[in-house]
């Protein structure tokens, strides 16, 4: 099993910026990837970024630009800086690891982007 505790979640303005993390612990593989995701009130979850552990990095191209996704192998954590955020980012964001054909998910963390 794999636990995931995300931080960093809030209320920032437009045009600020947060820095989320994800720490994972229990069973965690050498070769997985960590990512995020976010869910907006009444639209699906999205993929936001994600990395694999060798650092290989993708983006939605909603964010890309803005944000940077990165992780720290030795401390089993991942982080996602945003910077110039907007309104539409405004949702709840999940942490993910795939290992192998398993999947976890965190709890959620609410960021919220309003003057």
């Known amino acids: 099993q794999v636990q995931l505790v995300e931080s960093g979640g809030g209320l920032v303005q437009p045009g600020g910026s947060l820095r989320l993390s994800c720490a994972a612990s229990?069973?965690?593989?050498?070769?997985?990837?960590m990512g995020w995701h976010r869910q907006a009130p009444g639209k699906q979850r999205e993929l936001v970024a994600q990395m694999t552990s060798g650092g290989s990095a993708n983006y939605a191209d909603s964010v890309a630009g803005r944000f940077t996704i990165s992780r720290d192998n030795s401390r089993n954590t991942a982080y996602l800086q945003m910077n110039s955020l907007k309104p539409v980012d405004t949702a709840v964001y999940y942490c993910k690891v795939d290992q192998g054909d398993l999947t976890y998910w965190g709890q959620g963390t609410q960021v919220t982007v309003s003057s």
């Open positions: 229990g069973s965690i593989w050498s070769g997985n990837i």
